[in-house]
């Protein structure tokens, strides 16, 4: 009875073993790790510049965003487009000086 326990515990050890390197394999495959890392620095990127952007908007008094998750000014009023870009024809919205889209400046 023991000797079958002891036999039952190693199986079910190598087939965890067994089902930890292969989800290794499949994740090296899929570079499903590497997504992960370039989400998580792409995030950061995203941070880092909304970080920016909202002690720009603080010193020139304007409403942009912080760490409270509420949506810019700029996006809000996205709704009242100034006209089109010239290279790609996307909505402008005031104050652009570049397209958001292809990156064109925007002439005034």
Known sequence: MAQGLGMLLVV??????????????????????????????????????????GAAAGATGGAVAGATGAAPARVVEAHRSTGACSKCSKPLSPGDRFCEYCGTPVQA
Not at 12 to 27: G, H, N, Q
Not at 37 to 49: C, K, P, Y
Request: net charge positive; hydrophobic share 55%; with cysteine.
């Open 12 to 53: 079910l050890l190598i087939l965890i073993v067994l089902f930890l390197i292969a989800r290794e394999y499949v994740c090296w495959y899929w570079k499903i790790n590497e997504r992960l890392s370039e989400l998580q620095q792409i995030r950061t990127s995203l941070q880092a510049i909304e970080l920016k952007l």
